[in-house]
């Protein structure tokens, strides 16, 4: 099919079965390598240890669903200061950063250094402002947690830095809640509001961290919902 777009009608075959294929599908991209080149600013590139992306960077192992067709073993990273899945691809090579900024709103879910990211078409984060990729930290029968990383940018004297934040959300019975502390889980569940105080009683210590609690309730919960 994708042979008959590009062409009205087939070149012969002529002898060189290979040469004909060459020849026919030479131009043919996949759509994840078909978009626009992504400039890197210059605050992106000198400041040692400052980056705007998710942890390590690139990563070369990476995977992405595309208009329902999933692609794997790419390199890619997120640059989570503007919200942007990019593919390195040499083609789009400036000044030795060959980042290649495909059509976002076309991603449907993404996974690098580990962690899978969904557009919000799926994560149905239906707060004001929502928008994007949110990173998927839980999805049971009933209750589901998402949570959306992002950096924002300042100058600190000469150094460019970029402090990190995450905000979770919890959804519901159809119901959005961001999470900020323990009693937001007493707001979405007030009829487990004991449950949830023995739990945290009997498995919580401050040596773990406020994410753990959030994860660990909800799994618990689950299965009473």
Request: aromatic share 16%.
């Amino acid at each position: 099919m994708v042979m008959s777009q590009k062409f009205e009608q087939l070149p012969p075959i002529g002898g060189d079965l290979d040469q004909w294929y060459s020849d026919v599908t030479h131009d043919i991209k996949a759509p994840i390598m078909k978009g626009v080149y992504f400039y890197h600013g210059e605050e992106e590139i000198i400041s040692p240890g400052q980056t705007p992306f998710y942890k390590e960077g690139w990563d070369p192992q990476g995977s992405l669903t595309f208009e329902g067709r999933h692609f794997s073993n790419l390199n890619i990273t997120y640059h989570i200061a503007n919200d942007l899945l990019l593919i390195w691809n040499w083609d789009m090579d400036v000044d030795g950063t060959p980042s290649l900024l495909v059509e976002q709103s076309k991603i449907d879910s993404f996974q690098i250094h580990h962690e899978v990211f969904v557009h919000n078409r799926y994560a149905k984060i239906d707060m004001k402002g929502s928008s994007g990729f949110y990173r998927k930290v839980m999805h049971a029968n009933q209750v589901s947690c998402y949570a959306k990383e992002s950096k924002s940018g300042h100058l600190d004297g000469t150094i460019y830095k970029f402090d990190e934040k995450r905000q979770y959300f919890v959804r519901y019975d159809n119901v959005t809640y961001p999470y900020k502390r323990k009693s937001t889980l007493y707001k979405i569940f007030p009829d487990y509001k004991k449950e949830i105080k023995a739990f945290v009683r009997e498995n919580y210590s401050s040596s773990r961290s406020s994410d753990w609690l959030l994860i660990n309730v909800l799994h618990y919960l689950d299965p009473m919902l």
